[in-house]
């Protein structure tokens, strides 16, 4: 079943056309690649998925459903999480504060639980991480997966990863993508841009 499609999807920056008609559709449960040299646009059509564009022309649809993605926030409600390059944590915070930050969870409503909650989600997704540790503290191939945990911890069912393996040391990519092939057999939707 096709999880997302977009449609003659353009996006322009003042004459200069960063993406012109592009069509894809993507299956669920799938790892879907996306190749291209730099300025290529890959990044721009992802970022249009993840709310930080809007499209000059075309439709986005998410399983056959037409939606509007306005901002970043939409993105998450309609489940879509990206996981950027260069990631989005806060170093002096734990694990499970960079997860919940940003959720409306707050600090002070029992974080023992909130870190069982992440614990037991890091366990499901075979992505071992310490709730408790700083981010800070930890190498890059560990903070990435806790920049999945946190898409996935907002119920994220597409993820999109750019350029994910740029930071990481071949040990890290090669756990990389055996983490991303587990979530797309559980029926993760991924789309892999390189």
């Known amino acids: 079943m096709t999880y997302l499609r977009l449609e003659r999807i353009t996006k322009r920056f003042g004459s200069f056309v960063a993406n012109n008609n592009i069509n894809l559709s993507v299956a669920s449960g799938t790892i879907h690649a996306l190749l291209g040299e730099n300025g290529a646009g890959k990044t721009t059509l992802m970022n249009i998925l993840s709310g930080l564009y809007q499209p000059d ?59 069982q909650e992440i614990l037991a989600l890091s366990q499901t997704y075979n992505l071992s991480v310490d709730p408790q540790a700083r981010v800070g503290d930890l190498p890059v191939g560990v903070q990435q997966r806790v ?18 393996t740029a930071v990481l040391t071949p040990p890290e990519v090669e756990s990389l993508i055996v983490i991303l092939r587990q979530l797309a057999a559980v029926g993760q939707t991924i789309i892999f841009i390189s």
Not at 70 to 97: C, D, K, W, Y
Not at 147 to 164: H, N, S, T, V, W
């Open 57 to 115: 022309a075309g439709q986005i649809y998410l399983q056959d459903k037409p939606v509007k993605i306005n901002s970043s926030s939409e993105a998450i409600r309609l489940g879509i999480g990206m996981i950027h390059q260069h990631f989005m944590l806060v170093p002096q915070l734990t694990v499970t504060e960079n997860i919940i930050l940003g959720t409306g969870d707050r600090f002070n409503l029992n974080l023992r639980q909130k870190q």
């Open 147 to 164: 920049e999945i945990l946190k898409a996935l911890y907002r119920k994220a069912k597409l993820l999109i990863l750019d350029e994910p």
